[in-house]
């Protein structure tokens, strides 16, 4: 019987509910939001949809399907919290820059960065999924490079230099991280009449595939398609 899934988004400014490509539901998050706020606003929102299983992409670090540090731009309590006992349904729990490449990939060792209110990062290879948090490193002046990349970076340096800013940023990381291509996706990347050399556009329906990948089996086994790392 094929599943039902529904894709959450976690995003810093909003919270975006997929059923489809196109069916798209979302309601607002922001630096207050806790889980059972999430919850509550979650089934409020998709009232009318039918669906049996459940992704979620967070904007935090997440190990063994469980949040395992609290995000920088919601609430507080998420460490740990069982998403699966409070929807009732099996959930599977990613970084939410990882369930975005996961819909992006076509291939090959693809690099992802999501370009929004801090810097998404995962790195895909042989049906492997490694999510990563570059956003958190050194760079200018004691910062990290997310304060550069992201949406402070863009207000703190304009268009014109943000823009060269991340091409340069984009180019070495490609090269640090051996990436055949890199996917540049998040709410920033539209700015972009024309990316870098081997940088590709992602899209952010692409998030619904990612969450449907995550309950792919192979065939004649249950064994997952994909292996979280």
Not at 107 to 117: E, H, K, N, S, Y
Not at 218 to 228: C, T
Request: hydrophobic fraction near 40%; avoid cysteine; aromatic fraction near 8%.
């Amino acid at each position: 019987m094929k599943r039902k899934v529904l894709v959450v988004d976690v995003g810093g400014t909003h919270v975006k509910l997929l059923r489809s490509h196109r069916d798209e539901r979302e309601f607002a998050s922001g630096a207050r939001l806790k889980p059972k706020q999430l919850i509550v606003k979650l089934k409020e929102t998709v009232r009318g949809w039918k669906f049996d299983h459940a992704s979620i992409g967070f904007p935090a670090p997440v190990r063994g399907g469980r949040i395992a540090k609290e995000p920088k731009h919601l609430g507080k309590g998420w460490v740990g919290f069982n998403f699966t006992k409070a929807l009732g349904i099996p959930v599977r729990v990613v970084n939410d820059a990882a369930l975005q490449a996961l819909g992006s990939y076509h291939g090959g060792r693809m690099l992802f960065l999501g370009l929004g209110t801090g810097l998404g990062s995962a790195l895909l290879w042989d049906k492997k999924l490694l999510p990563l948090e570059l956003g958190d490193l050194p760079y200018r002046e004691k910062h990290i490079i997310e304060n550069y990349l992201g949406i402070s970076g863009l207000a703190l340096l304009g268009e014109k230099k943000w823009k060269r800013e991340v091409t340069y940023a984009v180019t070495q990381l490609r090269k640090s991280f051996i990436a055949d291509y890199v996917v540049l996706g998040g709410g920033l990347v539209h700015r972009f009449g024309r990316l870098p050399e081997g940088t590709e556009r992602g899209q952010n329906e692409n998030a619904f595939l990612g969450g449907v990948r995550l309950w792919e089996t192979k065939k004649r086994s249950r064994e997952l398609n994909w292996l979280v790392l």
